[in-house]
C-alpha cells in the first residue's frame, strides 16, 4: 500500500476531488429512501398531494445532484488513475534502463514485462477503484445502518450481527486469497515467457516443424495459469455469496421483527428495507474491492521489487573522464555469471593499445561475447581490474563511457522505422555526409541505393524484411555514425562473404585511424588480419600476439587453424 500511497500523493487533490463528488453521490443515494418514506407515511397515507410533490421535488433535486457527483466523479476518478498507471509505467520503464544486465537476468525480461502492463493495470484498476466503490461502500453502509437505527432502534442486534459475520468473512476471502494471485502473476509471467520465446523464435520452429511442441509447453503454461486463476476464483465464489447470505438474512429478520409494526409507519418499514438492500450492495462492493486489494497488493510488491531493485553495478562517487586514447587493459580479470557454477573468464590479462585492432577468437563458450562486455560495463568484473586509457571503468560516468564505446553485437537488431532513423540512433546530431561515409566503410551504401526509398525506406520490427548480412552491414554503419574511440565487433561479419567481409575490414582499417577495435570473429581468415590476436578457450588465455607468433607458440591457436585452413600457409 506504501507504493500506491506515493503515486496517489502526487495527486492529492484530483484524488480528493473525486472523493468529493463521491461523497455527494453518496449522500444524495442514502437520503432516498427516506425521502421515499416521507412520501409515502406523509402524503400518500395522508392523502396529501402537496407533501407527495414537495417530497418528490426534493428526491429530483438531491437525485441531479447525485448524478452530477456521479458524472464528476467519474471524469476525476479516471484521469487520476489513468495518470497514476502512465508514470508508474514511465518509472518502471526508467528504472530497468538503470539496472544491469545481471538485474535483468535476475528478474527476466518476461516478468518485467508483465509488471510493466499487467500489475500496472490491476494498480490502476484499484485506485480507479478507491476513488469509485471503496470510499462509497463503508459511507454508504455506515449511512444505511445509523439510519435504520433512527428509524428502528429495535434493529441494532440484528445490525451488530450481521456486521460481524460479513467482517469476519470478508477478512477470511483476504487471508485465503492473497498468496493465490501472487501465484496466479508468477503463472502469467510463464505464460509470457513462453509467447515472448515463441515469437522470437517463429522462423527457427517453422523450420523445424516444431509447432506441435511450442503449443504444448503453451497449452501447459496457459494450463498453470487457468489452474492458478481458478483457484484464487474459488475464493471469490465460495465468499461473496455467503456475505450476500448473511445480509439477506439480517433483511428476512428485519420484516419478522416489523410484523406487528404500526401500518402508519409502513414507509419507515420500506425505508429500513431499502438501506438493508443498500447494506447488502455495499457489503458485495467492499468484498469485490478487498479481493482486487488483495490483487493489487500482489503486484505492489512485484512493481516494489523492481523499483527498489539496487543496480549492480555501482556509480561512480568522483567519475573520472579519460582522455580517450583507446587503451584497454585487462588485468588479472574474473567473473562469474550470477548463479553460474563456473568462471566465465579466469584470470585474463592483456593490453590493446591506443588505434589497435585486437582480433578475439576461441571455441563457442569460451568467453568471447562475456570479455567484451566488461569493456561497456554490461557486467562488472568479479575479480581484478578493466582499465581504459588507465583508468578504471567502475571509476567513469555510464554514460560518458558508452558515448565513447559502439558495439556492434553478434545478431543484428535493427528497430521499426527508416533506414535513416536507424543509422541516426545513435547520434541523432549526425548529416548526411556522416550517415553516407558510414555505410560506404560497412559496404551498405550500395545496398540502400538498390532499394526504392533509398534512405527513406521503411524497416519491420528487427529489420525482419532484411538479410541477415544486410542487417549487419547497417548495423556496422549505425555504429561508425557514432564516431567511437572504441569499437566493439562481436562476430558481425558471421553473415557476409569472404569477399564483402575483406571489404568491410579494409575500410575499417583505412577508415577508423585512432580507433581502437575489438574484433571477435570465429574465422582464422578474418582474425589473421588484425594487429594482435587473444586466443581464448574454457575462459582462460591461451595465447596473445600476431598470428605468426601464436601460430609458433600457442598449441589452441594452431588448433583452430588447422581445422579451418588445414595445412595450407597463411599469407
Keep these: 500500500m506504501k507504493l500506491m500511497a506515493q503515486y496517489v500523493k502526487r495527486h492529492r487533490w484530483m484524488f480528493l476531488t473525486a472523493l468529493l463528488f463521491l461523497t455527494i ?27 407527495i410533490l414537495y417530497y418528490g421535488l426534493i428526491m429530483f433535486l438531491i437525485a441531479l445532484a447525485g448524478a452530477f457527483g456521479a458524472v464528476m466523479r467519474n471524469i476525476f476518478a479516471s484521469r487520476t488513475s489513468q495518470l497514476i498507471g502512465k508514470e508508474m509505467r514511465a518509472d518502471l520503464f526508467k528504472k530497468v534502463q538503470t539496472l544491469s544486465l545481471e538485474n535483468i537476468d535476475r528478474l527476466q525480461p518476461a516478468s518485467i514485462i508483465t509488471r510493466i502492463t499487467n500489475d500496472v493495470t490491476q494498480i490502476q484498476d484499484f485506485i480507479n477503484g478507491c476513488m469509485r466503490i471503496m470510499v ?39 487471508k485465503l486469497g492473497y498468496p493465490l494471485f501472487g501465484v496466479m502473476q508468477e503463472k502469467l509471467d510463464q505464460l509470457n515467457n513462453v509467447s515472448r520465446e515463441f515469437l522470437a523464435s517463429i522462423r527457427v520452429v517453422k523450420a523445424f516443424n516444431a509447432e506441435s511442441q ?47 409494526q404500526d401500518s402508519v409507519q409502513i414507509g419507515r418499514l420500506m425505508a429500513s428495507v431499502n438501506y438493508m438492500t443498500q447494506i447488502l450492495f455495499s ?36 567519475p573520472v573522464c579519460p582522455q580517450w586514447r583507446g587503451e584497454i587493459s585487462f588485468s588479472d580479470v574474473s567473473f562469474s555469471y550470477a548463479g553460474a557454477g563456473k568462471e566465465a573468464l579466469s584470470h585474463v590479462d592483456f593490453l590493446a593499445k591506443p588505434g589497435e585492432t585486437i582480433g578475439i577468437i576461441g571455441p563457442t563458450g569460451s568467453g568471447k561475447t562475456t570479455l567484451v562486455n566488461l569493456v561497456p560495463r554490461f557486467y562488472d568484473a568479479s575479480g581484478g581490474s578493466v582499465k581504459i586509457d588507465g583508468v578504471d571503468v567502475t571509476g567513469i560516468s555510464e554514460e560518458e563511457l558508452r558515448r565513447a564505446v559502439a558495439i556492434v553485437p553478434q545478431k543484428a537488431l535493427l528497430f521499426t522505422g527508416t533506414i535513416l532513423e536507424n543509422l541516426r540512433w545513435g547520434r541523432k546530431d549526425a548529416d548526411e555526409g556522416e550517415i553516407r561515409r558510414a555505410a560506404a566503410i560497412a559496404c551498405a551504401a550500395s545496398l540502400v541505393s538498390q532499394m526504392k526509398d533509398g534512405y527513406d525506406t521503411l524497416l519491420g520490427q528487427g529489420g525482419v524484411n532484411l538479410s541477415g548480412g544486410q542487417k549487419q552491414r547497417l548495423s556496422l554503419a549505425r555504429a561508425l555514425v557514432r564516431r567511437p574511440r572504441i569499437l566493439i565487433l562481436d562476430d558481425c561479419t558471421s553473415a557476409l562473404d569472404a569477399g564483402t567481409e575483406a571489404l568491410v575490414l579494409e575500410g575499417l582499417r583505412r577508415e577508423l585511424k585512432g580507433v581502437t577495435v575489438l574484433l571477435i570473429s570465429q574465422r582464422i581468415s578474418t582474425v589473421a588480419r588484425t594487429d594482435r590476436i587473444l586466443c581464448l578457450e574454457k575462459g582462460r588465455v591461451q595465447g596473445f600476439g ?8 600457442c598449441p589452441a591457436y594452431r588448433a583452430i587453424y588447422h581445422s579451418q585452413i588445414g595445412g595450407k600457409q597463411h599469407g
Design 283 to 318: 457489503m458485495g462492493m467492499i468484498s469485490n474491492i478487498l479481493n482486487t486489494a488483495v490483487r493489487a497488493i500482489a503486484s505492489a510488491g512485484r512493481i516494489s521489487q523492481v523499483l527498489e531493485e539496487t543496480p549492480a553495478q555501482k556509480k561512480a562517487a568522483r
Design 214 to 260: 511450442e503449443e504444448e509447453k503453451f497449452e501447459a503454461a496457459s494450463r498453470n495459469l487457468g489452474q492458478a486463476t481458478a483457484s484464487a476464483m474459488k475464493v471469490m465464489a465460495v465468499f461473496s455469496p455467503l456475505i450476500n447470505l448473511s445480509v439477506n438474512f439480517g433483511i428476512i429478520v428485519l420484516l419478522w421483527m416489523s410484523r406487528s
Design 25 to 51: 453521490e453518496t449522500m444524495a443515494d442514502l437520503l432516498q429512501p427516506t425521502l421515499m418514506s416521507l412520501i409515502v407515511d406523509n402524503g400518500v397515507k395522508e392523502a396529501d398531494v402537496g407533501q
Design 546 to 553: 600476431s598470428h605468426e607468433e601464436l601460430m609458433e607458440v
Design 136 to 174: 462509497k461502500a463503508p459511507i454508504t453502509c455506515i449511512g444505511a445502518i445509523l439510519l435504520i437505527i433512527i428509524q428502528t432502534p429495535r434493529q441494532i442486534p440484528v445490525m451488530a450481527v450481521i456486521l460481524i459475520a460479513a467482517f469476519i468473512l470478508i477478512g477470511s476471502n483476504m
